[in-house]
């Protein structure tokens, strides 16, 4: 959903307009039926069905409030907005504008560290390109000869270097949206030019940060919600390199509702009940409102829906048009998400491991 984040944070986060294409994007007939009759999404009411639903609990959250390390202060001011919420989870990205880039930039790393390492049970959610330029609109075929590159190893150093300094920093066991949107249009850390080739490069990228010793790394893999550009279950790389199944979950297309953000294909239904299947759990790295204006209704059931299911963390995407806490466009959703976490303790014990983890 991200565009052009290195603008979106020199200018406080006043200037987003565009997103990666919504949920339901047309396909030809041809496409749409090939999409669902060749991945791995069950048709629904298949048995069994694995149980997705969980115990009532406040998953640990945060907010997206800006990429720099001059951002953090942002969430303890939320967490004051919040009536002294405990924020557990920071988000930012790592911008993808050249390979220096995605080896990070020590300062913003190390304050990021530094705000995980303050407490015990915050989490750092890293999101990370997997080529640059990242935002480019790149073409497929250049897309695909990427990836080709990729597979032979030519950027693996940027990732080793990566890993090396989020260890050093303290930032060991962060957690990475690898590739973040895959399945959609907006990047060239796509998939759909060359689905193969892409789940090879997630594999490549897994093994070499896994390698740097003393790291404890977490791989989200986190698509858009629904059928975007190609389904997210063909992007899946295996359950070896992968440890949560996130989703990126906008309050879109206009005239939604949540029940259908529910039931589409590849939708949350069919999120958790993939994770499910793996005994993974599933996340949400960016959520909040978009096509349908100020909603509180969607907040209420998004809420609803990551408390009642095995939600590893959350973040809201906290500026305009999404967010509720810098955004004065959405006062009954602000409302509402205020009503819902005020105070929140956030996630009072560590999440029980999950198997093969």
């Known amino acids: ?27 030809s007939q041809t496409e749409r039926h090939t999409a669902l009759s060749s ?5 629904r009411g298949a048995a069994p069905r694995p149980a997705v639903q969980r115990a009532r609990h406040e998953p640990p959250f945060g907010a997206f409030v ?7 202060p942002n969430v303890a001011r939320m967490a004051t907005w919040l009536n002294g919420a405990d924020m557990q989870v920071g988000h930012t990205y790592l911008a993808g ?27 750092l959610v890293l999101g990370v390109p997997m080529l640059v330029p990242n935002e480019n609109n790149t073409p497929d075929a250049e897309v695909a000869r990427l990836l ?20 050093a920093l303290g930032g060991q066991d962060t957690i990475l949206t690898l590739g973040w949107e895959m399945n959609g249009t907006t990047y ?34 986190n698509p858009t919600r629904g059928l975007d ?39 949350l239904q069919d999120q958790v009940e993939f994770a499910a299947k793996r005994g993974k759990p599933v996340s949400y790295p960016e959520w909040g409102l978009f096509r349908n204006g100020d909603n509180p209704e969607f907040v209420r059931r998004m809420v609803e829906w990551m408390r009642t299911h095995d939600t590893a963390y959350q973040t809201v995407t906290d500026y305009c048009p999404h967010g509720f806490w810098q955004c004065d466009r959405n ?25 093969g983890q």
């Open 66 to 72: 800006g990429s720099w390390d001059n951002y953090i």
């Open 39 to 43: 991945d791995a999404i069950e048709p």
């Open 1 to 27: 959903m991200r565009l052009a984040r290195l603008t979106l944070a020199a200018a406080a986060l006043l200037l987003v307009t565009t997103a990666s294409v919504p949920s339901g994007t047309p396909l």
């Open 148 to 167: 080709a590159r990729a597979n032979k190893g030519e950027f693996d150093l940027h990732f080793l270097k990566l890993a090396r300094k989020l260890v």
């Open 331 to 355: 006062p009954r959703s602000s409302a509402a998400f205020k009503q819902l976490m005020s105070g929140s303790k956030g996630a009072t014990a560590p999440s029980a491991p999950h198997p």
């Open 97 to 123: 504008n050249g390979w220096g880039d995605v080896e990070g930039e020590t300062v913003v790393l190390g304050l990021w560290s530094q705000w995980k390492l303050a407490d015990p049970q915050r989490k």
């Open 229 to 267: 550009a190609i389904p997210w279950t063909r992007c899946y790389p295996g359950d070896d390199v992968v440890d949560i199944i996130g989703m990126d979950s906008y309050d879109q297309p206009a005239g939604g509702t949540f029940d259908e953000y529910v039931s589409e294909p590849y939708g």
């Open 188 to 221: 060239t850390s796509r998939c759909k030019p060359d689905p193969t080739a892409w789940k090879a490069y997630w594999r490549r990228i897994v093994t070499v940060m896994r390698s740097v010793p003393g790291q404890h790394f977490q791989f989200d893999f």
